[in-house]
């Protein structure tokens, strides 16, 4: 059940009070027994409410990162065959979204370097390994880590900037 705001809630702060002041301990630090009042049920639902508009408010604020999240969720359900109902499949996700940017950037750009050598043994074949190494070196200097990572930032601003 879903608690939508309405005009006779309270604001967070005071019903959050309200909410401390009923659940007090004693001097023997037990919780006291009470009945609740209309205020106490008005206070519940008014930090209900409030929890509500902001995990509404994160979605409607965060497109692009939902979109993301829930293109990698479905691909992860394709490749494990289940559902999202799976523990491990959030726990995987929830792994990923843990890690820090720059091993992001860092996985990126080893692909990149990789990615372009192969292309260049392709090209060169195995005979002409020197020339690949050769163009491989150049590669890397032209399209730097600091290169790649201010790249990456610019087009990721780009479609903030774009989509959001």
Known sequence: MSIKYKKEYWNVKKSGIR??????K????????????????????????????????????????VKLFVYHLTTEIRESETSIFDS???AKVSLLLNKPLALFYEAFKQDLYINQFQRLIKEKGIVDDKDAVIDYTRFTEVYSPEFVMSKLNEMASEAINRFS
Not at 19 to 24: D, Y
């Open 88 to 90: 491990f499949l959030q």
């Open 26 to 65: 004693d001097e023997s630090g037990r919780f006291k027994n009470f009945t609740p009042t209309e205020a106490d049920e008005i206070s519940l639902k008014s930090v209900l409410a409030w929890v509500n508009r902001q995990s509404d408010n994160n979605v409607n604020n965060n497109h692009l990162f």
């Open 19 to 24: 909410l401390l002041w009923r659940f007090q």
